[in-house]
């Protein structure tokens, strides 16, 4: 059997903000591979020794403390490739945009998205440096890439000058347990968590890019649109905004000050992974401004729990939400407001929006994300690229 080795030393099972995004699609492909049956042997390169295998899947984990990132870029760049050499692996698939300057086998690496290279003013110094230094790197020396979206791909092909031959596009999937949950366990955890019976839900990490002080002004644009500023009542919709604190967070809650939405706007923090689908069936709404995502997992999961989604026209958010939600323009703060409105007051449109979120989550999933990604290794394997 041919071995491919799989650098998941990012994932990270612990209870954080970090659990979100890389780390899902890390858990996820990692739990399919584990499951295949063929001509493959899988070595998981990994720090958290939570993680469970099974099947063709061997956990491999490290002595150093390579959640430290100085100690990650050291173990990736000079110890993995003696470790390939002793696992005699045939491939190496990194699955977080960094590849080693030198690797014994052909080389497959992960890519989510660039935003620190279109929009490095959003990242700390340090950050955007590691990333644009190592991504650029695996440029050179990967055989093939596989990316997340095609806006990733055209990014890569654009910004690193990757050959599209060179390029794979892999889709995240969903998981089972994003679904319609029945109404009294909905309610149950509404009452528990102390959560408004109306809400418009954002959920993700407060940062820049995402781009929540759009959503913040369409809120009150709304609210004053409507009248509901000044005379808001129990049957007022709210502004929930969950997640945890990234960088620059403090200016979302210095808007939410300046446009006096305190008693309006909640900001339940952190959401343990294990609640997430009830937040989203919790939710009238789903509400995604964000100017840029390398895929878009939450909008994907609010669908597949038939919360209607209204995200920005930005980036990869068009191919995943498709015509199964509602697009703007990431500045348009008016028409964010009336999207919102037409959501909240039409019931109708609220229903055919929940039908075509299902219908359109249901064409995503880790099964058929993983096949491609093992169809990936056989074309490296058999063509080197």
């Not at 003013?121 to 050179?140: D, H, I, P, T």
């Not at 093992?374 to 080197?384: C, E, F, I, P």
């Amino acid at each position: 059997m041919r071995r491919i080795g799989l650098n998941a030393q990012l994932l990270s099972l612990a209870p954080n903000y970090r659990s979100a995004g890389i780390n899902r699609y890390i858990y996820n492909i990692l739990t399919h591979l584990s499951k295949h049956e063929g001509e493959y042997f899988f070595s998981a390169f990994l720090s958290d020794k939570h993680f469970q295998s099974s099947g063709s899947l061997e956990r491999l984990i490290s002595r150093w403390p390579t959640a430290k990132p100085p100690v990650r870029i050291f173990w990736e760049q000079i110890v993995q490739p003696w470790i390939a050499v002793q696992q005699g692996l045939d491939l190496l698939h990194s699955l977080a945009f960094a590849v080693p300057f030198w690797a014994p086998c052909p080389s497959v690496v992960t890519i989510y998205d660039l935003s620190f290279l279109r929009y490095p003013e959003n990242f700390r110094r340090g950050n955007r440096l590691y990333l644009s230094q190592f991504v650029r790197l695996a440029a050179k020396r990967a055989n093939h890439f596989i990316v997340i979206s095609r806006n990733t791909a055209r990014d890569t092909s654009e910004l690193l000058g990757v050959a599209p031959s060179r390029i794979s596009v892999t889709y995240c999937g969903v998981e089972d347990r994003f679904h319609l949950w029945p109404a009294d366990e909905v309610d149950q955890f509404r009452r528990k968590k102390g959560l408004p019976q109306r809400m418009i839900l954002y959920l993700g990490t407060i940062e820049p890019r995402k781009n929540i002080g759009t959503l913040l002004k369409a809120y009150h644009h709304l609210l004053s649109k409507t009248g509901s500023f000044e005379s808001a009542d129990e049957n007022t919709p709210r502004l929930v905004i969950a997640g945890g604190k990234g960088w620059e967070w403090e200016e979302v809650f210095s808007l939410v000050e300046k446009l006096g939405l305190n008693k309006l706007v909640v900001f339940p923090g952190f959401v343990p992974d294990s609640e997430l689908p009830l937040w989203y069936n919790a939710a009238e709404c789903f509400a995604y401004p964000s100017r840029y995502e390398g895929f878009g997992l939450p909008v994907l999961e609010a669908m597949a729990c038939g919360t209607p989604v209204i995200a920005s026209d930005a980036a990869s958010l068009p191919e995943v939400v498709g015509d199964a939600g509602l697009l703007l323009p990431p500045d348009d703060v008016e028409g964010l407001a009336d999207a919102m409105r037409q959501v909240l007051t039409d019931d109708a449109f609220k229903e055919q929006l929940r039908q075509q979120g299902l219908y359109r989550a249901s064409h995503f999933s880790w099964e058929e994300t993983t096949r491609q990604t093992l169809s990936v290794y056989d074309r490296v394997l058999a063509h080197g690229g």
